[in-house]
């Protein structure tokens, strides 16, 4: 199986900046896709950014411009830098990603346990 592991979250002030990390490992031929996703309660879980083993990057309007994620291959470990960050981004935000276990073309999506993110106003 595979696990992924977070860290970073944490509770911080209103335009401060935090870094989450999740290095994942396990059964892993090749990460196709890995990003954070964060749920409200309330609310259904929302893409914040995801990131490809080629580089393209995807964010979510409301953090466009604040976020920025990477991916090193090396280690399958994705880091989203978040800086001014807003009472609005308080949310456990929860890793992801999509792996091959071998050289075929099948692919496996798996979701870490979620860290908690607040920011107070």
């Known amino acids: 199986q595979v696990q992924l592991v977070e860290s970073g979250g944490g509770l911080v002030q209103a335009g401060g900046s935090l870094t989450l990390s999740c290095a994942a490992s396990?059964?892993?031929?090749?990460?196709?896709?890995m990003g954070w996703y964060r749920r409200v309660p309330g609310k259904q879980r929302e893409l914040v950014s995801t990131?490809?083993?080629?580089?393209?990057?995807n964010y979510h309007d409301a953090v466009k411009g604040r976020s920025t994620i990477s991916l090193d291959n090396t280690k399958n470990t994705v880091n989203l830098q978040m800086i001014s960050l807003e009472p609005e981004d308080t949310a456990v935000y929860y890793c992801?990603?999509?792996?091959?276990?071998?050289?075929?073309?099948?692919?496996?999506?798996?979701w870490g346990q979620g860290t908690q993110v607040t920011v107070s106003s």
């Open positions: 992801n990603a999509i792996v091959r276990y071998s050289d075929d073309t099948n692919r496996f999506q798996h």
């Open positions: 396990g059964r892993i031929f090749s990460i196709e896709v």
């Open positions: 990131i490809t083993r080629d580089g393209i990057t």
